[in-house]
C-alpha cells in the first residue's frame, strides 16, 4: 500500500479529562494516508473520547492535533471538510428508505438534487443494498442498517473516515462483508481510523494497531509487532521420521512434544532472526523436518498481557 509522506492524522501529546478524571494522558501516533489505523482498548480507555476530539466533537486539554491538515480546535470546519464519522449507533433515520437517507444526506452536504440521485444509486449499488433501496430503514437487518450508514457517511467524499467500532452487533458474515467494503475504501486511498472491541477486526484490516491502557498508549505497532511483544510463541517442527525427531529433540533441548509424538515446538518470538538460526541448526546437523510453522500469541493475548484483562468503568464525560 503507498502511504503519503505526509500523515492524515498526527497526534503529539493528546491530553484530556472530567473533573479530577484523565481521560488521555499525553498520547500521541501517526496514521499515514491511506492506511487503517486501529484503536484497541477495554471500555473507558478513552477510545471514544479520542474520536470525538479528534472528529470536532469535543475539545481537547492540550497536545497538538492534526486531521488533514487542519487544528480540530481552532479550525474545525476545516476538518468537517474531509472526514466522515461512523459511530456506534446508526444515525440512520428509520422513517425514511435507505434512499431517501442518503438523498438527505446529499441535501445537507448542499449538492445539487441530481448528483444526489446518481450519487445514493451509487452507493446502493456498492453496498448491495439496491434491492431495499425503497423500503423503510426500520425494517433493515443489523448489517444491512450498518452497511447504509457506512454510505451515508461516504456521501460527502470524506478522504477520512472514523469508524467508532462500526461492527458492534452483527453477525459475522455481517461484520466480514462490513471488512470487505473498508478494505474497498482503503484501496480507494482513504484513511480509516478504526476503534473495535473485536480483536480479530484489527489483525484483519489494520496496517498498525495501538493499545489505549487507563488512558496511555502503552504499545503501537502491526499486529505481527503486537503479538511478539508477549511469551508462548513457538516454531513448530512436524516430522514423520523417529529417528529425525529424536536428533532433533536432542538437538533443541529447550523443545517440547505437542498434538502427537513427532512434533516439536521450541520456544521463539517468531522473528526471521529466530527462524533462521533453527533452519541452520537444522541444516549443520543435517536433520530435515516434515514441515516447519511458526506460531506467535494472538492479539487476545496480547491484549490481557498489555492491559491486565482489566476493564474500566465507562468513560466520564460533561
Not at 139 to 167: K, N
Not at 199 to 225: F, K, Y
Not at 294 to 305: G, I, N, S
Request: charged letters at 25%; one cysteine or more; aromatic letters at 6%.
Amino acid at each position: 500500500m503507498n502511504h503519503s509522506a505526509a500523515p492524515a492524522i498526527a497526534v503529539t501529546g493528546l491530553c484530556k479529562s472530567f473533573g479530577e478524571h484523565i481521560v488521555l494522558d499525553r498520547i500521541d501516533f501517526s496514521v499515514p494516508e491511506g492506511s487503517v489505523f486501529s484503536l484497541l482498548g477495554p471500555n473507558g480507555a478513552g477510545k471514544t473520547t479520542t474520536v470525538e476530539i479528534l472528529s470536532t466533537l469535543k475539545r481537547a486539554d492540550g497536545g497538538e492535533i492534526s486531521v488533514g491538515g487542519y487544528d480540530p480546535g481552532a479550525q474545525p470546519d476545516g476538518v468537517r471538510s474531509v472526514i466522515g464519522v461512523t459511530g456506534q449507533f446508526s444515525a440512520v433515520d428509520e422513517l425514511l428508505t435507505g434512499r431517501e437517507n442518503l438523498l438527505l444526506m446529499g441535501d445537507l452536504h448542499h449538492l445539487p438534487r441530481a448528483e444526489s440521485r446518481r450519487l445514493a444509486a451509487e452507493l446502493l449499488a456498492t453496498f448491495d443494498l439496491e434491492e431495499a433501496a425503497d423500503k423503510v430503514a426500520s425494517s433493515y437487518s443489523g448489517g444491512m442498517t450498518r452497511r447504509l450508514d457506512l454510505a451515508m457517511t461516504l456521501v460527502g467524499d470524506p478522504r477520512i473516515i472514523f469508524l467508532d467500532e462500526p461492527t458492534v452487533g452483527l453477525d459475522p458474515r455481517s461484520r466480514r462483508g462490513m471488512w470487505d467494503v473498508i478494505r474497498g475504501l482503503t484501496a480507494r486511498g482513504v484513511t480509516i481510523f478504526l476503534t473495535t472491541q473485536y480483536l480479530e477486526e484489527a489483525d484483519q484490516l489494520a496496517d498498525r494497531i495501538a493499545v489505549l491502557h487507563q488512558g496511555r498508549l502503552v504499545a503501537e505497532g502491526t499486529a505481527d509487532q503486537l503479538k511478539r511483544l508477549v511469551p508462548g510463541g513457538y516454531i513448530r517442527l512436524d516430522f514423520t521420521d523417529r529417528a529425525e525427531f529424536e536428533s532433533a529433540t536432542r538437538l533443541f533441548g529447550d523443545a517440547s512434544q505437542v498434538n502427537g509424538d513427532l512434533t516439536l515446538a521450541i520456544p521463539s518470538d517468531g522473528a526471521v532472526r529466530s527462524v533462521r538460526e533453527v533452519i541452520d541448526r537444522l541444516d549443520a546437523a543435517r536433520v530435515e523436518p516434515a514441515g516447519l510453522s511458526v506460531h506467535t500469541p494472538d492479539l487476545d493475548d496480547v491484549f490481557l498481557a498489555l492491559t491486565g484483562g482489566h476493564v474500566s468503568e465507562k468513560e466520564t464525560s460533561k
